[in-house]
């Protein structure tokens, strides 16, 4: 489909007319990404200032043609695909570092960025970045907040989510709006992450930064089996030793690696951590005496204190360098991304091992020990067709191990269209349902990289959603049947009686479910009160940032008061305005499968619906207590005006104009 | 079921290299360029790309675009300016194929896109004059020590008042006036003077100096063979390397010339003798030789005994050099065609470190690169915004001295020092000290 002529001369003169590309070769060079997706765009624009952004889509919109951005376009998915033609936004030349401010540790930025440049720029000042893909070195930091990308610093300093503090985004009607975390209501830059583009255009950044570690201490330890090398981590955590790194690899890994990159690994073990702990140097004497201790404990066989930084930078190099080792062998490297509760991983990767082994299909097996993310290198060459099926079908059943184990099929490279299909299989209709009730509110005519994330055919694929126990199913029935507007109500907001409004209470719903201690998490119901739940953790040796209020575990999440809290939070079950359930998460670190739904429900106090359940990380040691903002009604801002009434369409659910900190 | 096999041009493979060799083996051109993952490690390590972030400047670019053409997906034809831009903006630098995950030479596939498409990347005379090299020596000879005197009583002066030099064919006059120093040796006399024999009784080695060394900086010439006093060089000033014919003319004189040469080192002590050269572009082109003849496996035999004997002058360098008196900053420049890893660069810098120790400045070059091998010539514009980009690198490394790895880098990077930091100067690194 071509351009119509009109839009064609409109872009021209947004953007200049050397920038509007509609010749054959620029749109096949501009049909691909790093996954083997590839399809055809009807135009190309070069974007060079992000002023032109709401300009472009505003045409767009009204000429109702679709779009994707894309920046570096290194992602695994087929994110960046132009599955139903229209134009590629290409944002690489936004490639600016604005600011940089090391006093109120912020850095502003444009999305083209190079990741591994701003880390460049930090350096000289003493700071640095936290996320750090393995392919920082070329992808963008707007790339990586549509990805929701992280890496091997993840399981200590978080993913990119929790970096960006504030956005510019502009929605895909050509509107702009600001997102920032100082703002009341649900995380919006959170639920923003991870949304491949499909909700809009991200132009500017402000993004954290932190001082360099001035002191690192790096060991590579060997084990003689993956079920000793996980547990190592489970202790660790348990201990309260939370590393800057934890990278693992078992032994076919090991060996291409080694001799690939001769950076000293032992070839002769089974697996290997690779550990970095950081932090002032009396902490981190006390924690390699501990680190020693459990690595002996579970059977390490050696114990390797990295002397140099060469050494340390060489190590390094060769574990970025599995993905070589494969891409020598064959044109086309599958890098898989599956992620399972940490307590999973030697059971998933034993499956996966044996799954390989029935198929003849080589491969390497990476991992985030502490995140249980791992990272399967398939090869093929698309060049043959029957081989990239048989590859990519075994790769489904690598991710349907992940599910099986209680996992996400992605926990950094996102879904795009490769992993579409999967979704079906991860989450229910009602969830799946919302997902795409969040789209069409926010891109009603599906203009932004449409066709991706969400399964076209959800409603026949997808399984039905779980039966829900009696005490959710009461209140979902209440809800469903409710024709007058409803309060959802935790302890607090029980004593506030308004006129004219049914209260819906949590109070049914106080169980503590399930307190892990091998994955340090805790699931629980909305309705515990905070006191019993600090007191119930305490008794098992473990702790939250959740303070000791009157109010509730679901109040404490939906009312905004305690922001520290959200990145702990790792699944939600809610009931939705419309009686149905949806559930989202598992007991992970990581999860870039969909919208982010914890995020969304986070802060908003009740509006989009009843959380009924949470699950979040805990810790061996004390925590610093959440910082307690005072309950302010809701910003509602454009992107509240589109989801809110979309999810609520009758307006039932009512909202407190004011109240105490914990609902 | 085996692979169709496209190629990029049937009618005539003699002026195409038929296989191609990397660091992984021997592969076909579309077995190479299929081996191209799409991962865009390359990217950043791309000058053009960093200039002007374009997937059409991009290496990983590049090769899609050759691969659509051999899938037959795109046309050479239709989209033939859009290819010739790709072709003529690509340095030939080899950083992508250092940053690459798979090795894939993209430097090689533009060389043969260009040969395919016909693209002449150098003006008409300035061509036509470089062709001389190869056919006629003398002739080239003559021409260029006539142009040299008519330079020196200002006839690009006069040529420059007229307005002559705006001319297309003839701007890379006005470019060369700048780049090329003002007093000019003559390398016979030199060597009579120092009474070096070009050709002595018992060679210790052969010594091919580029182009530049033979017209443009003797003393480099006349420095390298005091280096090689101990093992007294045969100097092959009058042989074309086939280095020009390789990047910018016909690959059958290339071949030719290189043949010559496989022919000639032959020779000399059964082929036993090392073939040494002061020009890393020189250097990386010479261990290519097999790759030109693999469709002649009897010839490609002996070029591989030849590339086996080629070496980089920095093989030769005193293993412990006196600590140099200079006490300023030294920034090594590793700009080369083809490549900038291997160990003639490993060698120069661990002499230049043996040399200057703490002075020598540790820059990686991640945002500069001095265009190489008459770049400058064929992409005027992108050659002055790399060159600012590498004035740059050398300002903030505070270097006062610039040690490049060939003698046309050197002269590229004193004239863009010259404008953008007069503070430092380049050098060779046979005259580092």
Redo the contacts between chains.
């Keep these: 489909m071509q351009l119509p002529l009109s839009a064609r001369e409109e872009l021209k003169k947004i953007v200049g007319p050397h920038n509007v590309r509609t ?4 749109l ?3 049909a ?3 996954s083997l997706s590839r399809t055809r765009p009807d135009a190309l624009i ?1 974007v060079h200032d992000a002023k032109q952004v709401p300009a472009v889509l505003s045409v767009l919109y009204r000429y109702h043609i679709p779009f994707v951005a894309r920046a ?3 992602n695994h998915a087929g994110s960046c695909s132009p599955l139903k033609g229209g134009v590629i936004l ?1 944002l ?2 936004l ?1 600016h570092i604005l600011r940089i401010d090391i006093q109120h540790g912020f850095a502003e930025v444009e999305p ?1 960025v ?1 990741t ?1 440049q701003l880390q460049q720029a930090l350096e000289p000042l003493g700071f640095f970045y936290a996320p750090d893909p393995a ?1 920082q ?2 992808c963008t930091l707007g790339g990586n907040l549509a990805q929701n990308a992280s890496g091997a610093r993840c399981m200590k300093y978080g993913a990119t989510l929790d970096h960006v503090l504030e956005a510019d985004v502009v929605l895909p009607d050509g509107k702009e709006i600001h997102l920032s975390r100082a703002h009341n209501g649900p995380d919006w830059i959170g639920f923003f992450a991870g949304s491949e583009g499909t909700l809009g255009i991200v132009t500017r950044l402000k993004v954290k930064i932190l001082p360099i570690a001035k002191h690192i201490k790096t060991f590579l330890v060997t084990f003689p089996s993956l079920e000793d090398c996980v547990q190592t981590v489970t202790d660790l955590t348990a201990k309260g030793i939370i590393p800057r790194c934890v990278e693992a690899m078992d032994k076919p890994t090991i060996n291409a690696v080694e001799k690939f990159a001769h950076a000293g690994y032992p070839t002769n073990a089974e697996a290997l951590l690779l550990l970095e702990l950081d932090g002032s140097p009396a902490r981190i004497y006390r924690d390699i005496a501990s680190l020693e201790t459990i690595c002996k404990q579970n059977n390490a066989v050696q114990f390797i204190p990295v002397k140099t930084e060469a050494s340390r930078q060489k190590l390094w190099a060769a574990r970025r ?1 599995a ?2 080792t494969m ?2 062998t ?4 599958i890098v898989g991304d599956g992620t399972v509760p940490r307590s999973q991983l030697p059971a998933a990767l034993r499956k996966v091992q044996n799954l390989l082994t029935e198929k003849n299909v080589q491969a390497n097996l990476l991992f985030h020990a502490g995140d249980g993310n791992f990272h399967p290198h398939l090869v093929c ?1 698309e ?2 067709p029957h081989q990239t099926q048989y590859i990519n079908r075994i790769l489904k059943q690598i991710l349907q191990i992940c599910l099986d184990e209680g996992g996400t099929i992605s926990g950094e490279h996102g879904i795009g269209v490769e992993k579409r299909s999967m979704m079906a299989h991860q989450y229910d209709k009602n969830t799946l349902a919302l997902f795409s009730t969040i789209k069409r509110a926010v891109d009603p005519e599906n203009l932004a990289n449409p066709l991706k994330i969400i399964p076209v055919n959800f409603s026949e694929k997808a399984p039905a959603a779980p039966v829900l126990p009696e005490a959710i199913l009461q209140l979902s029935e209440a809800i469903k049947k409710a024709r007058g507007p409803v309060l959802i109500a935790g302890r607090h907001s029980l004593q506030k009686t308004v006129p004219g409004v049914s209260t819906l209470s949590t109070q049914t719903l106080s169980q503590i479910e399930d307190i892990d201690l091998i994955n340090y998490t805790v699931t629980a119901q909305a309705g515990v009160p905070l006191p019993q739940l600090r007191k119930t953790l305490a008794e098992k040796g473990v702790y939250t940032c959740l303070p000791a209020d009157e109010g509730t575990l679901g109040g404490a999440f939906a009312s905004g008061c305690y922001p520290d809290f959200y990145p702990h939070v790792t699944a939600i079950e809610a009931i939705l305005p419309d009686g149905t359930a949806v559930k989202y998460g598992g007991k992970l670190t990581k999860n870039a499968a969909g919208y982010n739904l914890i995020r969304l429900f986070a802060g908003s106090q009740g509006k989009f619906g009843m959380v009924t359940k949470l699950t979040f990380k805990v810790f061996a040691a004390p925590v610093p207590v959440s910082v307690t903002r005072t309950f302010q009604p809701l910003e509602k801002n454009e992107l509240w005006q589109r989801i809110h009434p979309a999810i609520d369409k009758n307006q039932k659910l009512w909202q407190l104009k004011e109240g105490k900190n914990a609902l | 079921m085996p ?1 169709k096999k496209p190629c990029l041009d049937p009618n005539s493979p003699k002026q195409h290299l038929s296989q191609i060799i990397s660091e ?1 083996g021997t592969r076909d051109i579309y ?1 190479s360029v ?8 390359c ?2 390590d791309c000058p053009l790309y960093r200039l ?5 400047n991009s290496p990983r ?1 590049r090769n ?2 050759l691969r ?1 053409i051999l899938e037959g ?2 046309s050479e034809k ?2 033939r300016s ?2 010739a831009k790709m072709v003529e903006d690509c340095t030939l630098c080899g950083k992508c194929t250092r940053a ?4 894939i030479p993209t430097a090689e596939h533009m060389l043969e896109l260009q040969r395919a498409l016909h693209i002449k990347r150098l003006p008409f005379s300035l061509q036509t004059l470089l062709q001389q090299h190869a056919k006629h020596p003398s002739l080239f000879s003559c021409l260029v020590r006539t142009g040299l005197l008519l330079r020196r009583v200002g006839a690009i002066r006069i040529l420059e008042l007229m307005q002559f030099t705006r001319l297309p064919a003839f701007a890379w006059l006005r470019r060369a006036n700048k780049l090329l120093p003002k007093k000019i040796h003559s390398l016979n006399s030199l060597f009579r003077k120092a009474e070096i024999p070009f050709t002595p009784e018992k060679p210790g080695c052969i010594y091919l100096p580029s182009l530049e060394a033979v017209y443009f900086l003797p003393d480099l010439a006349l420095q390298t063979v005091r280096l090689l006093s101990k093992r007294p060089p045969l100097i092959l000033t009058q042989q074309a390397s086939g280095l020009f014919a390789y990047v910018y003319g016909d690959l059958r004189q290339s071949r030719y010339a290189v043949y010559q040469l496989i022919k000639r080192h032959a020779k000399e002590k059964k082929g036993t003798l090392p073939f040494v050269t002061d020009s890393i572009d020189l250097y990386n082109f010479l261990k290519k030789a097999p790759q030109l003849f693999t469709a002649w496996p009897r010839l490609q035999q002996k070029a591989n005994r030849f590339a086996q004997k080629v070496v980089f002058i920095a093989d030769f360098f005193p293993k412990k050099p006196a600590a140099s008196s200079k006490q300023l900053p030294v920034l090594l420049e590793k700009s080369a065609l083809f490549n900038q890893e291997g160990p003639a660069v490993l060698s120069s810098e661990k002499f230049l470190l043996t040399l200057f120790k703490k002075n020598l400045v540790q820059c990686f070059y991640t945002d500069a690169e001095i265009p190489a091998f008459g770049y400058g010539f064929t992409c005027h514009n992108k050659a002055e915004q790399l060159g600012l980009q590498t004035a740059q690198v050398v300002a903030r490394s505070q270097a006062k001295t610039v040690v490049t790895l060939s003698g046309l880098s050197a002269l590229e990077a004193n004239y863009v020092l010259r404008r953008f930091y007069p503070a430092a100067k380049a050098v060779h690194i046979v005259q580092a000290d």
């Design positions: 010749d054959e070769a620029s096949l060079l501009h691909y990404d790093c070069h570096a376009a290194t290409n690489a030349p490639n083209g190079i591994e392919s070195h070329v360098a993905y070589s891409a020598q064959a044109p086309n490297v060459d060049r043959n | 692979y992984m077995s299929s081996f191209c993952s799409r991962c865009g490690s990217q950043q002007d972030p374009q997937e059409t670019g899609q675009a659509l997906k795109l239709t989209n859009l290819f690459c995950a798979g090795k």
